[in-house]
């Protein structure tokens, strides 16, 4: 529709997640009006996310250093850990205040229509961080839809051989839903309800 330079920003903005072509040609034309600073540190943003953002080495949650700031934090109890499928969960639980051990971030559930098996998923890991015998409960908090379910009834079953608590969240969440989506208030009510399994 345009030429040059302006088309390619609206088809790579285009190819973001949730923006449609209305919002890429409206973010395109706002960047293009915008202060030359503002874009300068846009465009610095992009690039030092890829360059300095990488995956804890423990929890495999976002990280800057080799350990997240959560791993590294000394005061976080070694004896409950929280399984979560994306770091975006882990967010979405430290905004409920309710949490303060140790979070295992899966990079997804297990998805047969998708050819996720268990074996694409940091379950291995996870196995061998719990081998120290610290940690007491293991809380499932993968998503209340149908591959969340089935990761956390894999999970559960894997474990119940070494003698942990292993609970899922409580009721209350939007079944179907995404962890993410769920408000503070209701995900806290959901952590304080977890049941075990
Ligand atoms: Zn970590």
Do not use: W
């Amino acid at each position: 529709m345009y030429e040059g330079a302006i088309q390619d920003l609206i088809d790579e903005l285009g190819r973001l997640p949730g923006v449609g072509p209305k919002s890429a040609q409206r973010i395109a034309f706002h960047v293009l009006s915008a202060d030359p600073v503002d874009v300068k540190r846009l465009a610095q943003a992009l690039q030092r996310v890829k360059e300095l953002v990488r995956f804890c080495t423990r929890c495999f949650n976002v990280a800057e250093a080799e350990l997240c700031r959560i791993c590294r934090d000394p005061r976080r109890s070694d004896e409950v850990f929280c399984v979560v499928e994306e770091p975006k969960d882990v967010v979405a639980i430290e905004r409920t205040g309710e949490f303060r051990g140790r979070y295992h971030v899966l990079g997804g559930a297990i998805n047969p229509l998708e050819g996720i098996g268990p074996d694409n998923l940091r379950i291995r890991e996870l196995m061998t961080r719990l081998a120290d015998g610290a940690c007491k409960e293991l809380i499932l908090a993968t998503d209340p839809n149908t591959e969340g379910e089935a990761t956390a009834t894999y999970l559960a079953l894997l474990v119940k051989p070494m003698g942990l608590n292993v609970t899922r969240l409580a009721s209350g969440l939007p079944v179907g839903g995404d962890l993410e989506y769920a408000d503070e208030i209701t995900l806290g009510r959901a952590f304080e309800g977890r049941r075990a399994v």
